[in-house]
Each structure stands twice: as C-alpha cells, then as structure tokens.
C-alpha cells in the first residue's frame, strides 16, 4: 500500500501545483492520474496550444507549462500512480482514507484532494459499430508507448494537435503512417501542420483529408481499414494497417468519484470556497474546475490560489498538534526532500569602527 500525506486525485496543472504548495509545509504528496503522463488536458489533448493568462508569461505553451511544473516540483518527489483511475474511496476508523484504483493499487492517506480538471477522460470513440472488437488488437486510442509501432503500419484518425503531433512523430518509428482527417483544415499549431504537410511530400507521411475511416477489418486482429471520403464521387479507399488510432479528444466525466457520497452540482463537486474548500466529507478536499461554489472561474490561476489555501489548513488535520506560521519563499527560501535549497542571498551588513 502506498502511504502519503496529502493524496492527489489528479496530475493536471492544478494538482502539479498542489505538491508545491504541501512541499513547503514539509508535506509528502502522491497523485493519481488516468492518464499515462503528468499534465491532465495540457499534455493529453492541447500540449501545444499556448495560454495567455498564468502570472508572468505573457504566452506559454501548454505542454511547457506542465514541464516547468513539474521542475518546480521535483526537489519535492512526489509519487506517480498513472495510467489508472481512482476507484473507491474508504474512510477508516482513525478518519484517514483508502483509495483504491480500478488495477487495484490501494493508497493511504489522512487528506484526499480532487484536483481531477473536469473529472477523468474518457476517449472520444468514432461510429465505426464493430470497434469494440479490436479494441487492444489495434485499435488503441490513446498513444502509452510509441516503441509499440515500430515498423508497424499506423493509420492515425484526427486534426487536432495530437493527431498531428504524433502523425509526426510516429513518422521516424513506423514503417507507414497515414492521417486522416475530415476536413482539409486542421486545427493543430501552424508550426505541425507545416511539419505534417512536408513529412507528406516527403512520403514520410500518407494524407487523406475531407476524409474518415467508416470500417475496419480482421479476423483475429487488425489487418486494414476502409477510406471513405466526403464527396462519393471520390469512393473509398482500403488501407492495411497494424494499428488504427483514432485521436478525437477525451470527453470528461465524473466517473466513479461521483458515487463517493460527495455533494455534487452541475456535474462538480460543491466545496466551501469561504475557508478552505473542503467538501462534505472531512479530509476531502477539491480544487480546481472540478470544483463549484458561488463566483467560481474555471481558471488555472484559481486552481493555483485554491492549492495554495487548502494546503493550509490540509496541515492542521494532518498536524493538529502543531501549529504553522506561514513564511514567505522570499524569506524562508525553497528546501526540497532531496536536500537541495534556494534562498535569497543574505546581505552581508560590515561595521564601521
């Protein structure tokens, strides 16, 4: 069983923030996370579509906001759970919990915080009606490890920034890749689009655009794919492929934190924003857009402010012996686990005798 002090129910930007935040308190922090890197929606779905509105940076990149994150963060060494969702919820005799994932890894901890974004992904399927069927024998939606089409034909379905980052990606790993896309627009960042469009003249890349796959064939695996286009004087077109990767986006949902006995509205989870934003089970927190209360912005920055507040008073349940007299960075400087420190340089004041 992993134990912790302050247990993360999500690894987007605002649960990152949250080990910052408990590191300073001298707090150990673990997250968990359904998705198979750190990052929530910055990495999975937009990593680089840039944000205009975090403190300081005019203009940062998704993708790089959650690096600079995650450096920040590291003299804290936070434990990872990825690529599992949290299950169940278990409060024990002594008022501390058990969340258990649904691949049964059990974490133990005085003080659970939701930090889930908008709740936990789900891969936004295409209509094809028997693509349950390859599901795991070539039909992956979301990429864990590009190691796995190496020398494999890939047939890549998507215009965002995902399809197209890994269309490139994949182009110097598989032995084929092909992307398509029903529009002949994309909506990825120029700089991909570009990138995609040269890898196609290349041949690295095969395009087919106003297009969609409508069928997939196989007897025990994926063999091929069928191409129909928008405009059926062009027909369709039979592909054989190894994989087949659609890359629509992740839909958000709930999940089963939404059968924890937490007081929800409007699908988030209500909490009270007038103290410490806590829910209505003691030791539950929940910050971040998966939270609601009166005035409630669904920004990053908010989830930031609403970290730091909570991991105030996460102290005193953990502590409540102890009592913690806040301290500026400024003054007191950055110690982390691993024994590093950064502080301010001390002025050095020399007598005149």
């Not at 923030?17 to 999975?44: R, W, Y």
């Not at 896309?181 to 700089?191: I, M, S, V």
């Amino acid at each position: 069983m992993i134990k912790t002090d302050i247990l993360i129910i999500g690894a987007g930007p605002t649960g990152l923030f949250t080990v910052f935040e408990a590191g300073l308190l001298k707090l150990k922090t673990h997250l968990i996370d359904a998705l198979p890197q750190p990052g929530g929606q910055c990495s999975e779905i937009y990593p680089k579509k840039p944000i205009y509105d975090i403190p300081a940076y005019p203009e940062i990149l998704a993708g790089d906001l959650v690096g600079r994150l995650m450096e920040q963060i590291k003299p804290f060494e936070p434990g990872f759970t990825l690529g599992e969702r949290a299950e169940t919820l278990e409060k024990q005799e002594d008022g501390s919990f058990v969340v258990t994932t649904n691949k049964g890894t059990k974490h133990h901890a005085p003080v659970v915080v939701i930090a889930g974004g908008l709740g936990s992904f789900e891969p936004r399927k295409p209509l094809i009606a028997n693509i349950a069927d390859y599901e795991d024998k070539g039909v992956s939606y979301i990429i864990k490890d590009p190691e796995v089409y190496r020398n494999k034909k890939v047939v890549i379905a998507g215009g965002g920034d995902s399809a197209l980052d890994w269309a490139i990606y994949l182009a110097d790993v598989a032995s084929e890749v092909a992307l398509v896309h029903r529009r002949n627009e994309f909506r990825g960042a120029l700089d991909s689009v570009e990138k995609a469009s040269e890898l196609a003249k290349l041949g690295k890349i095969q395009l087919y655009t106003e297009a969609e796959v409508k069928e997939i064939h196989g007897k025990n695996a994926l063999q091929a794919v069928v191409i129909k286009y928008n405009d059926n004087d062009k027909g369709e077109t039979y592909v054989e492929t190894d994989h087949f990767i659609p890359l629509f986006g992740l839909s958000p949902k709930l999940g089963p934190i939404g059968s924890w006995g937490l007081e929800i509205e409007k699908n988030a989870i209500k909490v009270n924003n007038a103290k410490d934003y806590q829910t209505n089970i003691e030791g539950v927190f929940a910050i971040g857009d998966v939270n609601t209360y009166p005035g409630k912005l669904k920004l990053i920055l908010s989830g930031f402010h609403e970290a730091a507040v909570m991991c105030q008073f996460a102290y005193q349940i953990i502590n409540p012996d102890k009592r913690y007299v806040m301290k500026y960075t400024t003054v007191g400087g950055v110690e982390g686990f691993d024994g590093t420190k950064k502080e301010a340089k001390k002025e050095v004041v020399q007598s005149i005798v």
